[in-house]
Nanobody, 124 residues
Framework: QLQLVESGGGSVQPGGSLRLSCAAS????????IGWFRQAPGKEREGVST???????KYADFVQGRFTTSRDNAKNVVYLEMNSLKPEDTAIYFC??????????????????WGQGTQVTVSS
């Protein structure tokens, strides 16, 4: 059974950076698409970025040019590098996985396996 654990969240000032990690256990991530999602208080969960099993990436418009997702299959870890953070990026960030045939989607309903989330707070 695939298990995902996020880490790297924290508090940062506007304009700052954080790198989130999504570590997998129980299965290799080689054949999985990995999505990053976030949920702010009172809002629905929304897709941030995804990376397919073959490394193709997709980003939500609101993070284009600021966030980068990458995967290290040898370490069974996926990363979300977040730069130029804004207060509106404050949310709990989740990673999720689903078996992929080189697809990736920002829709959370497509993913079966979820981590517990890590809090990101952007505030001065």
């Amino acid at each position: 059974q695939l298990q995902l654990v996020e880490s790297g969240g924290g508090s940062v000032q506007p304009g700052g950076s954080l790198r989130l990690s999504c570590a997998a256990s129980g299965s290799s991530l080689n054949y999985f698409a990995i999505g990053w999602f976030r949920q702010a208080p009172g809002k629905e969960r929304e897709g941030v970025s995804t990376v397919s099993d073959l490394g193709d990436t997709k980003y939500a418009d609101f993070v284009q040019g600021r966030f980068t997702t990458s995967r290290d299959n040898a370490k069974n870890v996926v990363y979300l590098e977040m730069n130029s953070l804004k207060p509106e990026d404050t949310a709990i960030y989740f990673c999720a996985a689903e078996v992929s045939g080189n697809w990736n989607t920002l829709s959370p309903v497509a993913y079966r396996y979820w981590g517990q989330g890590t809090q990101v707070t952007v505030s001065s």
